[in-house]
């Protein structure tokens, strides 16, 4: 759900949307920051690394491959959280790594964090504490959800900024039903994974740090 | 063995996002690093702005301008533009459908039409000065410097030191993952389109989110054990000097010459 430099910027409408994207994702920054204790800060940066990391993957589908983008892992583990989280790794790909752009960091920080936060309200708990079957099935419409929400958003986003961008839109939507699929099945097994192995780390949002300071 | 392409500096430090010892500095390394952050964030704000033709096409030669003086080598400019463009490709192709205008071609009931090119073109213009820009500006700076540079430009504390962090483990996980990979490639995993890929992949990522918990208990443990007491010091700091005020004022001199072009 990356929108690249160029396409919303040619049309007032889109230019607009770029500019209600950035005001967005500053508000939604700035209100994970203030939900983030100063102390958690090399833990959400360490699992956005890992998920920076995840993103390399490629997973085969079809007579290709996608690559993960775990945006509703993201959420589910780290709750508000992942705003400043998938801000960051954005910003990182776009200024190191060509993807996306400077004027499209605000509305891509929105396509991907407020799916990922919604996910995180609506099926955080059934993750945690649903049987394991509830847990997968949660686990695997979270995953799905937060790509297919996203794709909605950039389409809907495409439309709005010019009738020239319908095809796109349609495109771009069309392509990530598969990859919500293969989402779905990975976030899935890693949902059960991480309930056997470190169930903790599903409660990562409210997580009290081991080791705590007197005065800080 | 001379049939082996040698890298060039700018390659290395890039694929590492670090400083390396071989690293180079350019023209453009020796202005403050505040002042090309915010002469990039400018150049994406006019290059959005504008939609003349002259005028996009003189920010595309200031943007290539740019990327030439920060010392990338072509190669590496043309691989940073790959991604961008083969996503261009699908705008070029599909966008004129769908955009009313005189048909310049026909493929069974649907028109090409020639003012939907003209969007794509310009489109694709966009995207490819906005990106050069931002490599040129600020790309080309080592992220330590970025981070430091974007605290006093008023970024928050804790974004700043977030994004510290993950540059500095991003690394540290790649390699985890790699380990891990060739751990089940080892054990005869191939990937295919099947139920026991996707699951092992699920278990993968899972992994890599445990060790990247356990790592960071240890960095906080650490940090206790030197008496961190909530609060992180940014170490480094900037003096504007005339050279840079030479940069600000060429930077402003080359916008303002842009928005002239295009609305007067």
């Known amino acids: ?216 | 063995m001379t049939w082996i392409a040698t890298e060039p500096p700018r390659r290395v430090k890039l694929l590492f996002m670090f400083q390396t010892a071989n690293f180079v500095p350019s023209v453009l390394d020796r202005f403050d690093p505040r002042a090309r952050i915010v002469a990039a964030a400018a150049f994406c704000l006019i290059d959005t702005l504008v939609r003349q033709w002259e005028s996009l096409v003189l920010a595309f030669a200031g943007a290539v301008v740019a990327a030439t003086l920060a010392g990338f080598w072509p190669r590496t400019i043309l691989a940073r533009l790959a991604p961008l463009n083969l996503f261009m490709v699908l705008v070029l192709v599909i966008v004129p459908f769908t955009t009313p205008g005189t048909p310049i071609a026909f493929f069974g009931s649907w028109a090409y039409s020639w003012e939907g090119l003209l969007v794509a073109v310009e489109v694709v213009l966009k995207g490819n000065t906005m990106v050069l820009a931002v490599m040129a500006l600020v790309a080309s700076m080592d992220p330590i410097v970025l981070g430091h540079a974007l605290h006093h430009l008023g970024v928050p504390e804790k974004l700043v030191h977030l994004m510290l962090f993950a540059v500095r483990y991003f690394e540290v996980l790649r390699r985890e993952y790699l380990r891990l990979a060739a751990a089940i490639k080892a054990r005869g995993f191939r990937p295919r389109m099947n139920r026991h890929t996707y699951r092992t992949y699920g278990y993968l990522v899972g992994m890599l989110l445990v060790r990247g918990l356990d790592r960071s208990e240890r960095i906080v443990a650490a940090m206790k054990c030197r008496g961190f007491r909530g609060r992180f010091f940014l170490l480094d700091h900037f003096a504007l000097t005339r050279r840079d005020l030479g940069f600000a004022a060429v930077t402003t001199l080359f916008f303002a010459f842009v928005a002239w072009v295009e609305w007067m």
């Not at chain 1, 889109?14 to 800060?41: N, P, Q």
């Not at chain 1, 699992?47 to 490629?58: E, K, R, V, Y």
């Not at chain 1, 349609?170 to 779905?184: I, K, M, R």
Request: net charge neutral.
């Open chain 1, 1 to 216: 759900m990356h929108i690249p430099e160029g396409p919303l910027s040619v049309s007032t409408t889109g230019i607009s949307i770029l500019g209600a994207g950035a005001v967005l994702a500053a508000a939604g920054v700035a209100w994970g920051l203030r939900k983030m204790d100063y102390e958690r800060v090399p833990q959400v940066a360490l699992l956005s690394s890992a998920f920076f990391a995840a993103s390399l993957i490629h997973v085969p589908l079809g007579g290709t491959s996608v690559h993960l983008v775990l945006s509703g892992l993201v959420g589910l583990i780290l709750g508000w959280a992942a705003f400043p989280a998938i801000f960051i790794a954005i910003a990182l790909q776009a200024a190191f790594f060509g993807f996306g752009g400077f004027t499209t960091l605000g509305l891509n920080t929105v396509l991907m964090a407020l799916p990922a936060v919604a996910c995180y309200g609506l099926f955080h708990p059934l993750v945690r504490w649903g049987r394991e079957g509830v847990a997968a099935i949660a686990g695997f419409a979270c995953g799905a959800v937060a790509i297919l929400l996203g794709a909605i958003l950039l389409a809907g986003i495409l439309m709005a900024a010019g009738y020239e961008f319908r095809s796109l839109a349609v495109t771009v939507l069309l392509a990530h039903v598969p990859v919500a699929v293969v989402e779905g099945l990975v976030t899935a097994s890693a949902v059960l994974f991480l309930r056997k192995v470190r169930p903790e780390l599903l409660d990562a949002p409210y997580l009290p740090l081991e080791v705590r300071t007197s005065d800080a």
